[in-house]
């Protein structure tokens, strides 16, 4: 099992081909392999499916179907995702049976020979169809304060469409299960939620989660979809190997992640917002459709999580927040950084701009008049106190180092000098809630094992994915415990070292995993000072560790020693650390409550160029300034930074999911789905980290969550094409729609 | 025994059946050889994980594994990325230490292909262009900004590293039962006849991209990587003559020297992985209608010659194309050369490629439009359009009225309603109808200000303020 000792140690083990994806683990020999056979229709009833060409063609072992399995069929806790579909399919991609085979290509193949017959039902692909179907997945989530009905000198109201995204992590979904010898199932998963995998591999095999175990070395990109997607694929390859007792693997293909698995959900939104002559807004209502897919998945809290942004930088005195989730024949729309955030950020964003226009006022004034400040403009709708704000100082110093006025100004003259290229600058600021909205989530637990010859093993349930986890927990243990990083090594995550593990995601990984780490440490130390404390006759107070030795007055003991002494004198090494983010809470119902531990702010000013005669545009300038609180390793945070903001640029230009009229995923591969590319990345990048902030949170060295918050910030990105857009066509840039498409452009652009 | 098919991988012989020519190298490196540092990112040619170089008569190639067979490697080296690591010493190769420098993995699964693409940004005459070089490389973590650095660094560091050993392998690939590789014309022709039937293989970059989609593969192979006549680029008459052959990288360097206003528009043809192996002839027999060098070739009025065993004939590269994928190359035919005739003089070319992302995308549109100044109008207009509809093709009665007219702002737009007459576009993922008619014709207006000059229309010469 693949485990790092540091971040160079792992970068190493990249550049040379050493490090070891699950594709790349040696399989006992004589494993299989799996493929899925996938529906063709979007709703349909099955009518027939003769699996005889499959079975007979070369290489194939066995077929598996829903009657295969002897548990549960289900992949989800929620329990409305089937592993195979049984008599209805629900959307074009969805899994019906799976072949394995002695070779990966003949299990590809052979997957393509099935003859299925079917009879289509109604079906709901976009969310104009699934409305006039009220084909509602639950009732419409919203979230309320005060009185919509008051008197607002101004209004305006618009709508926007927002884009899917496909995750597109550079390694697809794969699992590998290894039969043991004992009866245990062991599962090689590339997932970012190993302990749902357990239980959901135990419960379809019928067996208790003490039976599975699952391993997790590292993941070639997460980015939410292998949160609740990376299930199935685990699921298939477990029953595979429960059926033939031998090692079988799934490593799906590009095209079939892309059409089976889930991606960001799409929306289209509705405001309507009442302001005064100023400025400020005094009511904003909001109304988000959102194409959930065919399951809940985790929709619900996707479209809470957009509820509880919506205000993003803002007191919004009255307000009215509705999303309504419509269940559709499409794969099911799951987590994405930031989980509805972004989603809720351009709409919140789209109607202060459209008041800005409305008023004439400088965009970036009217934002800072609206900020949230002293009470009781400190209250967000959900009803949580914002003590933290930071947004007004951030902005200020961006401001200045963007030197954005000057270059507004240069612009406009460009502009009106300029017929074929316009530039456009904006301004967006971002505030992002850390903690999981489901409380219950917000927990964690850590294994600190200490060797006798004085190294150290950690164990967590979090999984790495290129976030850099793995070292910023290293960071922690050595500044926790006194001694060199050099002694730790942070073990994979594995489901029998650390149970129960919530999911490595929603930014909170390194406070609640550094927190369970540090609460081991901390009790591991104690130990060890006790025993160094009595050795030497010193009260425990005067004896301390640092810089990898025993301190206790003038005497300098090195920690090995230490360790050794501990050891012989019968002391255990070994502790397990446990954390909850205290104070939080939250009412799913009422939609209220304080579910966010703290916020994470951030800015970013963002220049583009968009050629008006073809709708292209390119990013030319970006500058960043966020906050991280201390930051824990800042090269990691300003790679989360970077990393995050040109995926969320991806979503907001060159991205677009496109679904045919029957549900086929028409963009099912790179030829047509197409991330940025490094000709995209802006050719001036400033980032820096606000050194200057704290958490006020007793966070683990007041550092802050950084995964996802960075993404928001290439809404300003959207915002800048919009300004380009105004300077021929003020009206269309209100109304441009994500991605910013040189189509969608262009519709812009013309009158 | 079955024959066998030998190259070098890192260095070290390797011997494989032969009837394995058509198998991707990439699951050989991987699955066979268990070099996994190479990773299976989209098994099509468009994300670089599983670059590796190919080393063949002096000459270094980076080649996407997912979509080279081993028959076309044979008697060549191949590098992974774990060949890079000098043996004896551990020592990393510039490339390794500057990605590590600079940081430059987040999940690490591009790396092995990121670090594959510096190693031939390194060995470039010219000094290389980072984004250039790593268009065919996608990264979904980092944002790209460490990895250029680490281009930077790796390509200022003037360390030279010998990654092949000097003792080459056997160049003599031979034929092997199912898939042949004539090392003469006379030869291919010969097979040609022959077998009709047989497929044709050159770069590979379409057509094995087309076998992995389809779960297919020919039971008989023509490759024509070894024809020497095929590889002849000869500049030295007043025609410019490249080989049927000759790759697309190549081919754009010999381009570029008559017709430097269309570099722009070769810049975004392929990746540096694509354009290394794909060839001329390959990329306009395979027809396909977002191909971006018909086009091209159609407005500078270039001819296919072709050749069966008993007579050539030689066919404007507008006739050759002659529906979707569809080519007027007979079955016992082989394409040997593209020709293109001087630059006449006062001539003007606008090559212009419309698409949703700058690099590494198939155009929603291209319009390319040449014509000769004369007495400020345009004569010998030629028009031809690609990415629209099912093939690219010229567009003759626009042609005519352009015939005579003054390319001026107010011209062209009046223009533009019948180019709008002459185009069919279709609505497919990468645009509809409807932007597709809307941007021809604004396509007009930007020529008119290119024209005149001093308006700014470049997207990618746009500095910030």
Same mark, same amino acid.
């Given at each position: 099992m693949n485990s790092i000792r540091s971040r160079s140690d792992s970068v190493r083990d990249f550049v040379t081909g050493r490090a070891q994806f699950i594709d790349d683990i040696p399989l006992p020999a004589g494993a299989f392999h799996v493929a899925l056979g996938l529906s063709e229709w979007a709703h349909a009833t099955i009518t027939s499916m003769d699996l005889s060409p499959v079975r007979q063609a070369p290489g194939v072992v066995c077929v598996l179907t829903a009657e295969d399995v002897p548990g549960n069929n289900r992949c989800s806790q929620l329990g409305d995702d089937p592993i195979f579909a049984e008599q209805i399919v629900e959307?074009?991609?969805?899994?019906?049976?799976?072949?394995?085979?002695?070779?990966?290509?003949?299990? %590809?193949?052979?997957?393509?020979?099935?003859?299925?017959?079917?009879?289509?039902?109604?079906?709901?692909?976009?969310?104009?169809?699934?409305?006039?179907?009220?084909?509602?997945?639950?009732?419409?989530?919203?979230?309320?304060?005060?009185?919509?009905?008051?008197?607002?000198?101004?209004?305006?109201?618009?709508?926007?469409? =927002?884009?899917?995204?496909?995750?597109?992590? *550079? #390694?697809?979904?794969?699992?590998?299960?290894?039969? #043991?010898?004992?009866?245990? *199932?062991?599962?090689?998963?590339?997932?970012?939620?190993?302990?749902?995998?357990?239980?959901?591999?135990?419960?379809?095999?019928?067996?208790?989660?003490?039976?599975?175990?699952?391993?997790?070395?590292?993941?070639?990109?997460?980015?939410?979809?292998? #949160?609740?997607?990376?299930?199935?694929?685990?699921?298939?390859?477990?029953?595979?190997?429960?059926?033939?007792? !031998?090692?079988?693997?799934?490593?799906?293909?590009?095209?079939?992640?892309?059409?089976?698995?889930?991606?960001?959900?799409? *929306?289209?939104?509705?405001?309507?917002?009442?302001?005064?002559?100023?400025? =400020?807004?005094?009511?904003?209502?909001?109304?988000?459709?959102?194409?959930?897919?065919?399951?809940?998945?985790?929709?619900?809290?996707?479209?809470?999580?957009?509820?509880?942004?919506?205000?993003?930088?803002?007191?919004?005195?009255?307000?009215?927040?509705?999303?309504?989730?419509?269940?559709?024949?499409?794969?099911?729309?799951?987590?994405?950084?930031?989980?509805?955030?972004?989603?809720?950020?351009?709409? +919140?964003?789209?109607?202060?701009?459209?008041?800005?226009? %409305?008023?004439?006022?400088?965009?970036?004034?009217?934002?800072?008049?609206?900020?949230?400040?002293?009470?009781?403009?400190?209250?967000?709708?959900?009803? *949580?106190?914002?003590?933290?704000?930071?947004?007004?100082?951030?902005?200020?110093?961006?401001?200045?180092?963007?030197?954005?006025? @000057?270059?507004?100004?240069?612009?406009?003259?460009?502009?009106?000098?300029?017929?074929?290229?316009?530039?456009?600058?904006?301004?967006?600021?971002?505030?992002?809630?850390?903690?999981?909205?489901?409380?219950?989530?917000?927990?964690?637990?850590?294994?600190? !094992?200490?060797?006798?010859?004085?190294?150290?093993?950690?164990?967590?349930?979090?999984?790495?994915?290129?976030?850099?986890?793995?070292?910023?927990?290293?960071?922690?243990?050595?500044?926790?415990?006194?001694?060199?990083?050099?002694?730790?090594?942070?073990?994979?995550?594995?489901?029998?070292?650390?149970?129960?593990?919530?999911?490595?995601?929603?930014?909170?990984?390194?406070?609640?995993?550094?927190?369970? +780490? @540090? !609460?081991?440490?901390?009790?591991?130390?104690?130990?060890l000072i006790r025993v160094a404390a009595l050795h030497h006759e010193m009260p425990e107070e005067l004896c301390t560790i640092e810089d990898d030795c025993l301190v206790a007055g003038n005497l300098h003991v090195p920690f090995d020693q230490l360790v050794r002494r501990a050891y012989e004198a019968r002391v255990s090494l070994s502790a397990t650390g446990y954390y909850t983010t205290p104070e939080i809470h939250f009412d799913n119902k009422a939609m209220q409550g304080q579910p966010f531990y703290y916020f994470v702010y951030g800015a970013a000013v963002s220049e583009v160029a968009v050629d008006v005669l073809t709708g292209e545009s390119r990013v030319l300038r970006v500058d960043i300034l966020q906050d991280v609180g201390h930051s824990l390793v800042p090269d990691i945070d300003r790679g989360q930074i970077e990393g995050g903001f040109m995926q969320g640029l991806g979503w907001l230009t060159t991205e677009s999911v496109v679904w045919s009229e029957t549900g086929r995923l028409l963009t099912d591969g790179p030829d047509t789905y197409k991330i940025p590319t490094s000709s995209d990345m802006p050719p001036t990048f400033n980032v820096q980290l606000a050194g200057w902030s704290t958490n006020k949170r007793d966070t683990v060295f007041l550092s802050k969550g950084i995964g996802e918050p960075p993404l928001l910030l290439a809404v300003s990105v959207h915002l800048a094409i919009r300004e380009a857009i105004a300077a021929v066509n003020p009206a269309g840039a209100l109304s441009l729609s994500a991605p910013a498409s040189p189509e969608a452009v262009l519709h812009a652009l013309s009158p | 025994m079955s024959p066998t098919l030998t190259f070098q991988l890192n260095n070290q012989a390797i011997h494989v059946d032969a009837n394995r020519a058509c198998d991707p190298l990439l699951d050989f490196i991987r699955e066979d050889a268990r070099r996994t540092g190479t990773k299976e990112g989209c098994r099509s040619g468009e994300c670089g994980a599983c670059m590796v170089l190919v080393h063949r008569a002096g000459c270094t190639r980076l080649v996407n594994s997912c979509i080279a067979t081993l028959g076309q490697v044979a008697g060549a080296a191949v590098m992974s990325v774990e060949g890079l690591t000098d043996r004896l010493s551990g020592a990393l190769h510039p490339a390794q230490r500057s990605m590590i420098d600079q940081r430059a993995a987040q999940c690490g699964f591009c790396t092995p292909g990121i670090v594959m693409a510096l190693v031939f940004g390194s060995a470039q005459s010219t000094p290389a262009v980072p984004t250039a070089v790593l268009s065919g490389n996608l990264c979904r973590c980092t944002g790209y900004r460490p990895i250029i650095d680490a281009a930077r660094q790796c390509w200022n560091d003037s360390g030279h590293v010998e990654l092949f050993d000097s003792e080459q392998p056997d160049t003599e690939a031979g034929s092997f039962p199912g898939f042949e590789s004539p090392a003469s014309l006379a030869v291919a022709l010969e097979l040609r006849a022959k077998h009709p039937d047989a497929t044709v293989l050159a770069g590979g970059t379409d057509l094995v991209t087309e076998w992995r989609r389809n779960g297919t593969r020919p039971s008989h192979v023509l490759y024509l990587g070894r024809v020497q006549e095929l590889q002849r680029i000869d500049a030295t008459g007043p025609d410019l003559s490249i080989g049927a052959g000759v790759t697309i990288a190549q081919a754009i360097d010999c381009l570029l020297g008559p017709w430097p206003e269309a570099a722009d528009y070769l810049r975004r043809f392929g990746s540096p992985a694509i354009n290394a192996n794909a060839t001329i002839a390959g990329n306009l027999q395979t027809a396909s209608p977002i191909g971006d060098l018909a086009p091209l070739l159609m407005v500078l009025d270039a001819r296919v010659n072709v050749q069966n065993q008993t007579a050539d004939r030689s066919i404007p590269v507008d006739t050759f194309v002659a529906g979707y994928r569809r080519t007027r190359l007979a079955a016992d035919e082989l394409i040997t050369e593209i020709v293109v005739p001087p630059r006449p003089d006062r001539l003007k070319l606008f090559a212009y490629k419309v698409s949703r992302r700058f690099d590494q995308d198939l155009a929603s549109l291209n319009l390319l439009v040449s014509f000769q100044l004369i007495a400020g109008v345009m004569q010998q207009v030629k028009v031809a359009i690609g990415g629209l509809s099912n093939q690219a093709s010229r567009l003759p009665v626009f042609e005519t009225a352009c015939e005579g007219r003054p390319p001026t702002l107010q011209v062209m737009q009046q223009l533009a309603q019948t180019l709008n007459a002459a185009i069919e576009p279709i609505t497919d993922v990468r645009g509809s109808a409807r932007y597709r008619r809307l941007v021809a014709q604004n396509l007009l207006t930007r020529l008119a200000l290119d024209m005149n000059g001093d308006t700014e229309t470049n997207l990618r010469l746009v500095q910030p303020t």
């Amino acid at each position: 099992m693949n485990s790092i000792r540091s971040r160079s140690d792992s970068v190493r083990d990249f550049v040379t081909g050493r490090a070891q994806f699950i594709d790349d683990i040696p399989l006992p020999a004589g494993a299989f392999h799996v493929a899925l056979g996938l529906s063709e229709w979007a709703h349909a009833t099955i009518t027939s499916m003769d699996l005889s060409p499959v079975r007979q063609a070369p290489g194939v072992v066995c077929v598996l179907t829903a009657e295969d399995v002897p548990g549960n069929n289900r992949c989800s806790q929620l329990g409305d995702d089937p592993i195979f579909a049984e008599q209805i399919v629900e959307y074009n991609g969805q899994c019906l049976f799976a072949v394995i085979a002695r070779s990966h290509a003949a299990a %590809e193949h052979a997957a393509q020979l099935a003859v299925i017959t079917a009879t289509p039902l109604l079906s709901a692909i976009s969310i104009d169809e699934a409305t006039l179907q009220q084909n509602r997945l639950v009732d419409p989530l919203t979230v309320q304060r005060g009185d919509m009905s008051v008197h607002t000198k101004h209004q305006v109201q618009g709508s926007i469409h =927002l884009g899917g995204q496909e995750h597109f992590y *550079m #390694e697809g979904q794969i699992a590998a299960a290894l039969p #043991e010898a004992n009866g245990e *199932m062991r599962i090689v998963a590339s997932t970012q939620h190993p302990a749902e995998v357990q239980l959901l591999v135990a419960a379809m095999l019928g067996c208790d989660a003490t039976d599975v175990i699952v391993q997790c070395p590292r993941l070639g990109g997460g980015f939410g979809g292998k #949160e609740t997607q990376a299930t199935q694929i685990a699921c298939i390859a477990g029953l595979a190997a429960s059926i033939t007792g !031998n090692a079988c693997k799934l490593r799906l293909s590009r095209h079939d992640d892309m059409v089976l698995t889930g991606k960001r959900h799409d *929306m289209r939104a509705h405001y309507v917002v009442g302001f005064d002559r100023d400025g =400020l807004v005094s009511t904003l209502r909001v109304d988000l459709h959102v194409r959930c897919g065919f399951s809940a998945d985790l929709s619900v809290a996707v479209c809470t999580r957009a509820l509880l942004h919506l205000d993003n930088a803002y007191y919004l005195p009255n307000i009215s927040f509705t999303a309504h989730l419509w269940r559709t024949n499409t794969s099911s729309a799951t987590a994405f950084r930031g989980f509805g955030a972004p989603q809720a950020l351009l709409v +919140v964003e789209s109607a202060l701009l459209h008041v800005a226009r %409305e008023l004439q006022i400088d965009s970036v004034e009217l934002r800072a008049r609206n900020f949230y400040r002293s009470a009781p403009a400190d209250q967000t709708p959900y009803g *949580m106190t914002v003590t933290d704000n930071i947004l007004q100082r951030i902005t200020t110093e961006l401001l200045h180092s963007s030197a954005y006025t @000057e270059r507004r100004r240069a612009i406009a003259l460009m502009n009106a000098a300029q017929p074929a290229i316009k530039r456009g600058i904006a301004f967006c600021p971002v505030k992002f809630g850390i903690s999981f909205t489901q409380t219950h989530l917000n927990q964690a637990g850590a294994l600190v !094992n200490i060797y006798t010859d004085g190294s150290i093993q950690v164990a967590h349930g979090g999984t790495e994915m290129g976030q850099g986890l793995n070292e910023k927990i290293a960071a922690i243990a050595a500044r926790a415990f006194g001694v060199s990083s050099q002694r730790f090594r942070v073990a994979a995550a594995d489901t029998s070292r650390v149970p129960n593990a919530s999911p490595t995601a929603a930014s909170v990984s390194s406070d609640l995993i550094g927190r369970a +780490v @540090e !609460n081991a440490i901390v009790k591991l130390r104690e130990r060890l000072i006790r025993v160094a404390a009595l050795h030497h006759e010193m009260p425990e107070e005067l004896c301390t560790i640092e810089d990898d030795c025993l301190v206790a007055g003038n005497l300098h003991v090195p920690f090995d020693q230490l360790v050794r002494r501990a050891y012989e004198a019968r002391v255990s090494l070994s502790a397990t650390g446990y954390y909850t983010t205290p104070e939080i809470h939250f009412d799913n119902k009422a939609m209220q409550g304080q579910p966010f531990y703290y916020f994470v702010y951030g800015a970013a000013v963002s220049e583009v160029a968009v050629d008006v005669l073809t709708g292209e545009s390119r990013v030319l300038r970006v500058d960043i300034l966020q906050d991280v609180g201390h930051s824990l390793v800042p090269d990691i945070d300003r790679g989360q930074i970077e990393g995050g903001f040109m995926q969320g640029l991806g979503w907001l230009t060159t991205e677009s999911v496109v679904w045919s009229e029957t549900g086929r995923l028409l963009t099912d591969g790179p030829d047509t789905y197409k991330i940025p590319t490094s000709s995209d990345m802006p050719p001036t990048f400033n980032v820096q980290l606000a050194g200057w902030s704290t958490n006020k949170r007793d966070t683990v060295f007041l550092s802050k969550g950084i995964g996802e918050p960075p993404l928001l910030l290439a809404v300003s990105v959207h915002l800048a094409i919009r300004e380009a857009i105004a300077a021929v066509n003020p009206a269309g840039a209100l109304s441009l729609s994500a991605p910013a498409s040189p189509e969608a452009v262009l519709h812009a652009l013309s009158p | 025994m079955s024959p066998t098919l030998t190259f070098q991988l890192n260095n070290q012989a390797i011997h494989v059946d032969a009837n394995r020519a058509c198998d991707p190298l990439l699951d050989f490196i991987r699955e066979d050889a268990r070099r996994t540092g190479t990773k299976e990112g989209c098994r099509s040619g468009e994300c670089g994980a599983c670059m590796v170089l190919v080393h063949r008569a002096g000459c270094t190639r980076l080649v996407n594994s997912c979509i080279a067979t081993l028959g076309q490697v044979a008697g060549a080296a191949v590098m992974s990325v774990e060949g890079l690591t000098d043996r004896l010493s551990g020592a990393l190769h510039p490339a390794q230490r500057s990605m590590i420098d600079q940081r430059a993995a987040q999940c690490g699964f591009c790396t092995p292909g990121i670090v594959m693409a510096l190693v031939f940004g390194s060995a470039q005459s010219t000094p290389a262009v980072p984004t250039a070089v790593l268009s065919g490389n996608l990264c979904r973590c980092t944002g790209y900004r460490p990895i250029i650095d680490a281009a930077r660094q790796c390509w200022n560091d003037s360390g030279h590293v010998e990654l092949f050993d000097s003792e080459q392998p056997d160049t003599e690939a031979g034929s092997f039962p199912g898939f042949e590789s004539p090392a003469s014309l006379a030869v291919a022709l010969e097979l040609r006849a022959k077998h009709p039937d047989a497929t044709v293989l050159a770069g590979g970059t379409d057509l094995v991209t087309e076998w992995r989609r389809n779960g297919t593969r020919p039971s008989h192979v023509l490759y024509l990587g070894r024809v020497q006549e095929l590889q002849r680029i000869d500049a030295t008459g007043p025609d410019l003559s490249i080989g049927a052959g000759v790759t697309i990288a190549q081919a754009i360097d010999c381009l570029l020297g008559p017709w430097p206003e269309a570099a722009d528009y070769l810049r975004r043809f392929g990746s540096p992985a694509i354009n290394a192996n794909a060839t001329i002839a390959g990329n306009l027999q395979t027809a396909s209608p977002i191909g971006d060098l018909a086009p091209l070739l159609m407005v500078l009025d270039a001819r296919v010659n072709v050749q069966n065993q008993t007579a050539d004939r030689s066919i404007p590269v507008d006739t050759f194309v002659a529906g979707y994928r569809r080519t007027r190359l007979a079955a016992d035919e082989l394409i040997t050369e593209i020709v293109v005739p001087p630059r006449p003089d006062r001539l003007k070319l606008f090559a212009y490629k419309v698409s949703r992302r700058f690099d590494q995308d198939l155009a929603s549109l291209n319009l390319l439009v040449s014509f000769q100044l004369i007495a400020g109008v345009m004569q010998q207009v030629k028009v031809a359009i690609g990415g629209l509809s099912n093939q690219a093709s010229r567009l003759p009665v626009f042609e005519t009225a352009c015939e005579g007219r003054p390319p001026t702002l107010q011209v062209m737009q009046q223009l533009a309603q019948t180019l709008n007459a002459a185009i069919e576009p279709i609505t497919d993922v990468r645009g509809s109808a409807r932007y597709r008619r809307l941007v021809a014709q604004n396509l007009l207006t930007r020529l008119a200000l290119d024209m005149n000059g001093d308006t700014e229309t470049n997207l990618r010469l746009v500095q910030p303020t």
